[in-house]
């Protein structure tokens, strides 16, 4: 090869060279006027997040009570609005209304419990009136844990021993009123081996415990305070409890602003405090959530 070619071997050499960087340059060219995308631009703003903000909470709790209970809830009506309202149910709601960070508590009055339940226009947020959790109040409503409990307490004649089983309850003389929980849990989770003794009245049930005619009465746990107040002389310990059921609970009004779940950790953070202690030994006497279960 002569000096001249390769020289113009070089030449043509570099000259791919510069054709091949030139065709990059254009290529990256058409490749910005396209559009990058949008995280390799540099120039783009930051892209944005949509939030959705939470429903606020109502300036107002509507909670629909029935005012048939004096311990659990009462109160005066006047031209079908509630005037004053006072009760273990009645300080559990305004309570809730605290800890879901609404300022005022209305309550509703209505006069019968089943329209609490399947009313199909329910202008209220919660109803609080002794519900159990069965399947009719589940269709317009959900249903939070339980606030109170449906056991039955054991009240025992003076002198006898405290039990510590339902074994040691099974042995024993039972009684309650006829026709009521009490008598429905004898026949159903007790099955004594004594026939028990079913009263006629709540007052005759107690004079056949003080009289040690029977060894000990089943009673609906939430009013048990009430029945061996002034009694502590002649009546034994309030110390156990037959499991019944499960529970008193708050209908939360399906679609309304208030939602079960957080009910549900309103009541666990009155129960985690000792709220629901105290509210339950003011109004009941004894909290029946401290009373030991026989198993």
Known sequence: ????????????????????????????????????????????PPPTTTTVAPEP??????????LGDPVLQAGVVRDGEVILARGLEVDIARDLARRLGIPRVRFVYVNRISRLLVSAVRPWDLTIASIRPVSAAAVTADLSD??????????????????STLADLRRKIICAVRASDGAQAIAGSVRPRVKPILAHSEARLLEIVQTG??????????????????????????????ERGHGYVVAVTKGGPIAVSDVDRALARMRADGTMHRLARQWLGIDPARLRPLR
């Open 57 to 66: 909470r109502p300036a107002e709790l509507v909670v629909a009570v029935g």
């Open 146 to 163: 339980p606030y109170l409990g449906t056991d039955q307490a054991v009240v025992l004649r003076r002198g006898l021993p405290r039990l």
């Open 213 to 242: 005619a029977c060894d000990g009465a089943l009673v609906d746990a939430k009013s048990v305070g009430q029945f061996v107040a002034g009694h502590g002389g002649i009546l034994g310990p309030v110390s156990a409890k037959v």
């Open 1 to 44: 090869m002569t000096p001249h070619s390769a020289v113009r071997a070089i030449a043509g050499g570099l000259g791919v060279v510069a054709g091949i960087f030139t065709c990059i340059a254009l290529a990256a060219g058409v490749i910005v006027a396209l559009g990058l995308p949008a995280e390799s631009r540099a120039d783009d």
